[in-house]
C-alpha cells in the first residue's frame, strides 16, 4: 500500500510517494526544519494585465515628478471601519484547557454590530479632517460630503497657486460621470 502526500506551493509542487504510513506532525516537521510554515494568505486584488499596464503609464507618467511637485499632491483614501470586531481571522494564545476562559473568548454580536465609512487625506506637510459617512456611499455622496465641503476649501487653502493634484484611488464613486463632471 501507497501512501501519497502532495504539498503545493505557488512555484513548485512536490510529492512524496511512500511505502508506510507517515504521521502528519513528522511531514509538518520537516516543513518547518526546510524553512515553512504554515501561514495566511496574503489577500490582494487580483491585478490584471490591464491593470498593470495602467500602473505601468501612471508610473512613467509621474517619474519625472520633483520633490517639488509631490508636495502639492493630496492622496486620499477611505476604509470601512468595523465597529463590534476585526475583519480578519483573530487568534488567541492559551494553554490547554483554556478553551473557555474569559480571556480567550471572543464575543460577538451575530447580527453583525454594525460599522463606519471613513474618508481622509494627506500630502507631505498637512492633513484634511477625517469625514464620517452614516449611509452607503455613492457618487453624488462622495462629491457632496467630501469633494465639496472638503477637498475644494482644502485644496484652496494648501494650494493657493492652484498647483495641487488630487489622487485617488478607481473607486466607483471616484470614476463615476458625476464625480468626473464635479471635478
Request: aromatic share 10%; proline share 3%.
Amino acid at each position: 500500500m501507497h501512501f501519497y502526500a502532495s504539498i503545493e506551493t505557488p512555484c513548485i509542487r512536490f510529492i512524496f510517494v511512500f511505502r508506510h504510513r507517515i504521521h502528519a506532525n513528522t511531514v509538518r516537521g520537516r516543513l518547518r526544519a526546510a524553512g515553512l510554515g504554515c501561514r495566511r494568505p496574503l489577500k490582494a486584488s487580483r491585478l490584471t494585465q490591464h491593470h498593470r499596464r495602467e500602473r505601468l503609464r501612471w508610473a512613467r507618467h509621474h517619474i519625472t515628478f520633483t520633490q517639488r511637485r509631490w508636495n502639492c499632491v493630496l492622496f486620499s483614501d477611505e476604509t470601512r471601519v468595523r465597529v463590534s470586531r476585526a475583519d480578519g481571522r483573530q487568534h488567541v494564545w492559551r494553554r490547554r484547557h483554556e478553551r473557555y476562559a474569559d480571556a480567550c473568548v471572543l464575543q460577538y454580536n451575530p447580527w453583525g454590530g454594525g460599522s463606519i465609512h471613513v474618508w481622509g487625506g494627506i500630502t507631505r506637510h498637512n492633513r484634511t479632517r477625517l469625514v464620517v459617512f452614516n449611509r452607503n456611499v455613492n457618487a453624488n455622496v462622495y462629491t457632496n460630503e467630501v469633494l465639496a465641503n472638503v477637498v475644494v476649501p482644502f485644496m484652496q487653502d494648501t494650494f493657493p497657486e492652484g498647483n495641487g493634484i488630487l489622487q485617488q484611488d478607481g473607486a466607483r464613486p471616484h470614476t463615476a460621470r458625476a464625480t468626473l463632471q464635479f471635478i
